[in-house]
Structure formats: C-alpha cells, structure tokens
C-alpha cells in the first residue's frame, strides 16, 4: 500500500522549459490537492480536484495547470518554468465526508535555474 | 474554512511536555481542528484532529476551548525527534474546499 506516491522526486529545469509533476493515489480518496512549499514557509494551495474531472484554483495557480486524469492521479504542469517555482511540492488526498486527515507525499524538489 | 493564528517558534526541554497554542477564532461549527507536523522538508504527517471534545491519541494530546476559538496540542514528554513544524488548520468535513496552511510553529526540542 504505497499510499500517495509523488514522481520525480528531483527535478532541474532551465528557465522556459516545461514538465509535468505527477501525483498518484492507491486510497480511493476523492479529494486531491497541490501545495508548494518554499524555504522556511508554509504550504501554499495551487490548486485541487473535489473529484474527477474537477479542478479549482487555491491560493496561488498562476503559472500552473492540473489535470485530474481519473481518480488516482492528479498531475501539475509548468508550461514555462520560472526561477520564482522553485520549491518543493506536494500532492495530498483526502476522502470528504469521512472526517479524514490529508495525506500527503514525500514530494518533488524543483529547481529552476 | 477558518484562518488559524500559531507562534512562528517555540522551544521545550527533552523529557518535559510541549504545548503548542493555536487560535482560530471564525470557525464555524462543523469545522475540525487538525494538527500536522512536518520534519526537516519531508510530507507533512498528520497527528490528531477533534470537533469540539478533547482528544487523545499514541501521539498526542488535542485540547479544544468550550468556545472551540482556540485549542491546544499537547506533546506529553517531547523527545528530539519531536522537533518539527507544527501547522494547526481547520477542516470542513462535508465537501471539498480549500486547505490552506499557515506558517506553523517550528517546536524546538533541547536536550
């Protein structure tokens, strides 16, 4: 039962290029989330899927897109990568309605030069 | 979902009992209050969460004022590897909404 399982878990990227950071789930958890943490702060929402086939911006999605591409994975794209996206992050799951915790992957750790 | 006010830090000595504060003064009364911990850059681990009776766990203790606008972790004899940050946040348990996390408070443990 691997749980919430985060690929890759290391990333360079130049700046301009393009990746996608993906997010796969064994629970059967509806919810899915993407946060992105920089050195010495808290989590930031960029965005989460209530469901397949939904996703809705959190705190903070400019220059980023997801695609719940069914129940177990929910990935994140960068487009362009920027210096300003480096960080490390992190997929969580949770089951609403079930008075569940989130939780979370070990995360990706990107670099933008 | 409600904001959560914690101390950016605080320190205990190995061995004594932690007691990490959190204030969240909107919430609303099907929210719950939960604690995660995050050590060094790993994914954030969950503790204990609770609506409005306190709490207690393998892990720790979750004490919730009668008016549910604060609470408080309790790590009963905090060793080293206790130290991490702690994030308090509070949780709609119906449909899914935004998480949001604050800053957290970074517990240190001394020996």
Redesign the interface.
Known sequence: NAG?TQTPKFQVLKTGQSMTLQCAQDMNH??M?W?R?DPG?????IY????EGTT?K??VPNGYNVSRLNKREFSLRLESAAPSQTS?Y?C?T?N??W?S???????T?LTVT | DAKTTQPPSMDCAEGRAANLPCNHSTISGNEYVYWYRQIHSQGPQYIIHGLKNNETNEMASLIITEDRKSSTLILPHATLRDTAVYYCIVKYSGSARQLTFGSGTQLTVLP
């Open positions: 919430v509806n919810s989330y946060y943490q702060m808290g989590l930031r929402l989460y899927s209530a469901s809705d959190g705190e490390v992190f969580a949770f609403e309605g008075n915790p989130l939780h979370f992957g070990n995360g750790r």
